[in-house]
Nanobody, 125 residues
Framework: QTQLVESGGGLVQPGGSLTLSCAASGLILEYYDVGWFRQAPGKEREGVACISLSGTLTYYADSVKGRFTITRGNAENTVYLQMNSLQPEDTAGYYC??????????????????WGQGTQVTVSS
């Protein structure tokens, strides 16, 4: 059974940092483009960062550029999302997924397979 499990969320003050992990089982994550998505209450799920299967290309939503960094840990079969300078508007459930595409348009990325349970990030003082 293939699955991706997100972890690392929590409560952080504005300006703080978190690192999210997306651990894969039943598949080799480096064979796929991978994206991080988020969904805030009452809003649609949106792509925030993706990384190509080679790991050489990364793309970010405008709202997180310069603050979030997506990386691969192939030895751990994991993709990470380093989030800095967090703001209340970053509060959301965060999900990872294999994607069909990884390019400048997050609306094109799509996702393979079912969504996992995600990990909640809450930015509040």
């Amino acid at each position: 059974q293939t699955q991706l499990v997100e972890s690392g969320g929590g409560l952080v003050q504005p300006g703080g940092s978190l690192t999210l992990s997306c651990a894969a089982s039943g598949l080799i994550l480096e064979y796929y483009d991978v994206g991080w998505f988020r969904q805030a209450p009452g809003k649609e799920r949106e792509g925030v960062a993706c990384i190509s299967l080679s790991g050489t290309l990364t793309y970010y939503a405008d709202s997180v550029k310069g603050r979030f960094t997506i990386t691969r840990g192939n030895a751990e079969n994991t993709v990470y999302l380093q989030m800095n300078s967090l703001q209340p508007e970053d509060t959301a459930g965060y999900y990872c997924a294999r994607t069909f595409y990884c390019d400048t348009d997050p609306s094109r990325w799509g996702h393979l397979g079912s969504w996992g349970q995600g990990t909640q990030v809450t930015v509040s003082s």
